[in-house]
């Protein structure tokens, strides 16, 4: 009995010591696999605390395409940010085609008598790889009394002579902070939002004057009308949006809206036919083709991760990785 016992002992041992060794390589794996180039050889891969995966590159040296370069510049508050034509990027996902930039805000401000400031906001994406992501974005128009338009394939400011592709309106509405505060969400009350159609490559913004601003108690808490174009999922109204100034600066933090990205304009059929200008590099890859923008992706194969634009930027995933929930 007792030798029974002292071999069934001795077999435990030895498997824990068998399963300790190999939870140790794992981690070790772990630790050397996870690290994987982003970048190309010699090339800066981040600015600041955001990765910068190639396609992406900050520099024409770095970069697939002109598209591609990004520019790593230091704001206001001494933090250094990525941007693209003047617009924050916030990240980038390489296995989606998509990445955040900082929303474009539309205001205008009034004083007691007369307009006192109005920002116009829009993108123009027309001839890039670049769209508006209409599944996860919202057109979010923030006052009291106030009429805003989204024209879309239209970079001017003369969005409401209705020349353009597509036209949609948002009204928002409020008579006292009362009602705002039993409000707290967008629903009409200080705040709309309404969808967009797929496809947006640019857009322009026109918020109304108010008809009338003899009301001296909404002047007096509501001087600010805003319109954007923002991720919904992200967004969360504040009373304080319409009180204060708040939405003037988002530098701390922005508002992100969602755009889809995408190489060329071939399908994957057609440009795996050009070997040399074909972007998928790496070993393990797959092509998917891009329904948002036209042209396609690339993605690691399944069992894989890392950079399939890069020669060897896919590789296997590690032990411990494949015990990871997904």
């Keep these: ?11 435990v041992r030895t498997i824990s010591t068998v399963v300790a060794t190999i939870l140790i390589l794992a981690v070790q794996l772990e630790c050397t696999d996870s690290v994987y180039p982003i970048a190309l050889p010699g090339c800066q891969d981040s600015c600041g605390d955001i990765p910068i995966p190639y396609p992406f590159g900050i520099g ?11 520019t790593c510049d230091i704001l206001n508050d001494g933090k250094p940010m990525p941007q693209y034509e003047g617009f924050v990027i916030l990240n980038i996902n390489l296995p989606l085609g998509q990445g955040r930039i900082s929303s474009p805000i539309s205001y205008r401000c ?53 020349s353009t592709d597509y036209t949609v309106g948002c009204v928002s509405s ?17 705040c709309c939002q309404t969808a967009m159609p797929k496809g947006t ?24 009308s805003y319109a954007m174009i923002v991720e919904e999922a992200e967004f969360k109204f504040n009373t304080t ?9 988002t530098t701390d933090q922005p508002l992100p809206m969602v755009i889809d990205w995408a190489i060329g304009n071939m399908t994957c059929d057609i440009a795996q036919k050009y070997k040399s200008s074909f972007a998928c590099r790496s070993d393990h890859s797959d092509c998917l083709n891009s329904i948002s923008v036209g042209g396609y992706l690339c ?27 997904w």
Excluded: W
């Design 1 to 11: 009995m007792n030798r029974t016992i002292g071999n069934t002992l001795k077999v």
């Design 60 to 70: 024409s040296d770095c970069s697939m395409s002109e598209y591609f370069n990004i």
């Design 110 to 162: 009034y004083n007691s008598t007369t307009k006192k400031e109005y920002i116009h906001g829009g993108i123009n994406f027309l001839q890039s790889p670049y769209r508006v992501n209409t599944e996860k974005n919202t057109f979010t128009v923030i006052g009291c009394n106030t009429l805003a338009y989204l024209c879309l394939d239209n970079s001017s400011e003369s969005c409401l002579d209705f």
């Design 174 to 190: 409020c008579g006292s902070v009362d009602t705002l505060i039993k409000h707290g969400s967008c629903d009409g009350i200080g």
């Design 201 to 224: 490559s640019s857009y322009s913004v026109s918020i109304n004057k108010r008809p009338s601003y003899n009301n001296s108690e909404l002047y007096n808490f509501s001087r600010c």
């Design 241 to 249: 949006y319409i009180t204060t100034d708040k939405l003037h600066d």
């Design 299 to 325: 993605n690691c194969s399944n069992g894989y991760q890392g950079n399939p634009y890069l020669p060897g930027g896919c590789q296997g995933l590690s032990f411990l990785s494949l015990l990871k929930p």
